[in-house]
């Protein structure tokens, strides 16, 4: 009997290439479909798995853990890499992994396969939470192994062996896309003296050829997680979607990076994260409404490793375990709702309310109502520098 291997399956060329090669290598392929928001006919793309030699489709919808067990501590955390990314395709990977795993153990498979190259961050954040959750598990990478030297040569492939792919309305991108944004690289963005053309963009509208009006926005956070928009509850897949459309309407959430990859090489990727970025600015606003300054500023270095662990594949740390510790004991007081305004691609914060504001306005005034005792500002000066004065 042919030794079963599980392989990631997404529909793309590579993916549907590897089932072929695989089988061709002696596997019995079994095909895991994770549904985290890509959009997309489930049905079409398991067909197409079966047809390129599959013996088994498993199909999963994993939105709603994706959500809670992944966007929302990454959210808590403001977790964003380099200032631009939200993180959308790094969140999937350690939950699809853990899919893997568990399949491989339901079909007693020692074998495990994913389709990316090697080149890229993913194949590294599939690995590294392979092995952390199950390190006996082998993994298989034919996209690093096989002879094909471009996309063309994969495509005769393809084309030679009759495989159902999708060709001739080939997309001149790489795109990834799932229910906290979409990545897109490749083709012309690998000039990097060219601005993004207009069909790069999947789910946002262009923000400079966007009627000159702005929509009001007020999002309402409990402990850190997002339930209402203006004053009407929603369940958390329902809330973000709801936020990519509008957001993207208002052609909010675009990014262009040039970025750090993990494995050395530097590289162009554009990104759209409507909800995402409304969440994010709303969450940071509410925060800086209600933590302290130290836990503020602390919480700030905290948001860079904890995005650092994500991009890094390290999902599945004890440090990040840690992290969340810490996040989730900061979001006691983020309760409130933050006013936000979007217009022509921008989302920016204006208006703010919690019962656990620490803005004291008495304090703040320049009115006559002040109680702030002027005075005492002279006396802490004095000692506040007095470290770095000759005299
Ligand atoms: N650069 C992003 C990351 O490493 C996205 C990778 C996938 N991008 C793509 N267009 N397929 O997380």
New binding site residues.
């Given amino acids: 009997m042919a030794k079963k291997i599980i392989l990631a399956y997404s529909g793309g060329l590579d993916t549907t290439c590897a089932v072929r090669w695989l089988k061709e290598s002696g596997f019995c392929v079994i095909c895991f479909m994770a549904d985290l928001g890509q959009g997309g006919d489930m049905s079409v793309i398991k067909q197409r798995a079966l047809s390129a030699g599959a013996c088994k489709v498993y199909i999963k919808d994993l939105r709603q853990e994706f959500a809670l067990d992944f966007i929302l501590p990454a959210l808590k955390a403001n977790a964003v890499y380099e200032d631009k ?1 939200l ?1 959308a ?2 969140l999937g990977r350690p939950l699809i992994a853990k899919y893997l795993v568990e399949l491989a153990r339901r079909e007693k498979a020692r074998f495990v396969a994913h389709g990316c190259t090697g080149k ?3 194949q590294v954040r599939f690995e590294v939470s392979i092995k952390i959750l199950d390190p006996d598990l082998e993994i298989i990478a034919p996209a690093r192994i096989w002879e094909f030297k471009s996309r063309e040569e994969e495509i005769d492939y393809a084309k030679k062996l009759n495989l159902p792919v999708d060709v001739t309305k080939r997309n001149p991108y ?3 896309r799932n229910l906290w944004g979409v ?3 490749a083709g012309i963005l690998e000039d990097l003296s060219i601005e993004p053309p207009e069909n790069t963009f999947q789910i946002t509208k262009n923000p400079s050829a966007h009627p000159g009006f702005a929509r009001y926005l007020e999002i309402y956070f409990q402990k850190g997680i997002p339930k209402k928009i203006n004053g009407k509850p929603y369940k958390i897949l329902d809330l973000i979607n709801e936020l990519n459309n509008i957001g993207g309407f208002y052609g909010v959430g675009r990014s262009d990076l040039v ?1 750090n ?1 993990l494995i050395g090489i530097k ?1 162009r ?1 554009v990104y759209e994260a409507p909800a995402a970025t409304i969440l994010y600015t709303a969450h940071k606003e509410l925060e800086a409404l209600v933590l302290d300054r130290l836990t503020q500023h602390f919480k700030e270095i905290v948001s860079l490793k904890y995005a650092e662990l994500i ?1 890094d594949g390290l999902w599945y740390t004890n440090l990040r375990d840690a992290l969340d510790k810490f996040v989730e004991s900061t979001q006691k007081r983020v309760t409130g709702s933050i006013k936000v305004k979007l217009f022509k691609g921008n989302c920016i914060a204006v208006a703010r309310q919690s019962s656990y504001s620490l803005y004291r306005r008495e304090m703040a005034t320049y009115g006559t109502d002040n109680k702030f005792d002027h005075k005492l500002a002279k006396g802490f000066i004095e000692i506040w520098g007095m470290p770095y004065r000759k005299k």
């Fill in positions: 990314y993180l395709t790094a890229g961050n993913d790489s795109i990834d990545s897109i690289e970025e990859r590289s990727e991009y």
